[in-house]
């Protein structure tokens, strides 16, 4: 079935730096790939999310590239503050897993301030 | 701001107890899932639906766990009996059936501790 990879299990940042999290995927038809913060006791939010037909997106201060020769995925955050810390989870769906997301483990991210 | 929600969002309960949880879809959200979430599992597909009729149960144990879409605005899982080993945040998301219907909103999840 749908397999995701992620990396870093754990992330430290110090305040303003980037952060990078990449997650790989292993059914070449996935076409969609959301990625998830997840505060403390919260729900999983959608942050941003890219499709097979794009190789990158911005909002603000995070991006998503997509690389579908290599079937990996990264997200980007730049500049980041104490209110960036969280776990996130990237995920992919395919058309021949009934368009199920199917979900990595997490990153864990601290930023020190 | 339309939003799943999700209850109870506590229960305790003691083995052999049944259970069940309740969420509510995002009004004209045509999909909903069931996820369990873990420290050593992560997030796991339960169980989704389109239209009120299960697509997918196969992430399910099915002789404890049930789940149901009984209308539009209702789905609920039951666990019966539970265990300890259920123990974990139950969460429901829905979607859209349609365009952007990938994408995922989740409720605030239900805390299920068995003792």
């Known amino acids: 079935g749908e397999n995701v990879e992620q990396h870093p299990s754990t992330l430290s940042v110090q305040e303003g730096d980037s952060a990078v999290i990449k997650c790989t995927y292993s059914?070449?038809?996935?076409?969609?790939f959301p990625w998830y913060k997840q505060e403390l006791g919260k729900r999983p939010q959608l942050i941003i999310d890219?499709?097979?037909?794009?190789g990158e997106k911005k909002d603000q201060r995070i991006a998503v590239t997509l690389n579908k020769t290599a079937k990996h995925f990264s997200l980007h955050i730049t500049e980041t503050q104490p209110e960036d810390s969280a776990v996130y989870f990237c995920?992919?769906?395919?058309?021949?897993?009934?368009?199920?997301?199917?979900f990595g483990a997490g990153t864990i991210l601290r930023v020190k301030s | 701001d339309a939003r799943v929600t999700q209850t109870p969002r506590d229960k305790v309960t003691e083995m052999g107890q049944e259970v069940t949880m309740r969420c509510q879809p995002i009004?004209?959200?045509?999909?909903v899932f069931w996820y369990r979430q873990t420290m050593m599992q992560g997030l796991e597909l339960l169980a989704y639906?389109?239209?009120?009729?299960?697509?997918?149960d196969s992430g399910m144990p099915k002789d404890r766990f049930s789940a149901e879409m009984p209308d539009a605005t209702l789905a609920t899982l039951k666990i019966q009996p539970s265990e300890p080993r259920d123990s974990a945040v139950y969460f429901c998301?829905?979607?859209?059936?349609?365009?952007?219907?990938?994408?995922?909103?989740f409720g605030p999840g239900t805390r299920l501790t068995v003792l």
């Open positions: 998301a829905s979607g859209m059936g349609s365009g952007r219907w990938n994408e995922q909103f």
């Open positions: 059914d070449s038809a996935s076409n969609y």
């Open positions: 890219i499709r097979s037909n794009v």
């Open positions: 995920a992919a769906v395919g058309r021949s897993y009934g368009n199920k997301l199917v």
């Open positions: 009004l004209g959200h045509n999909t």
């Open positions: 639906f389109r239209n009120r009729a299960p697509l997918d």
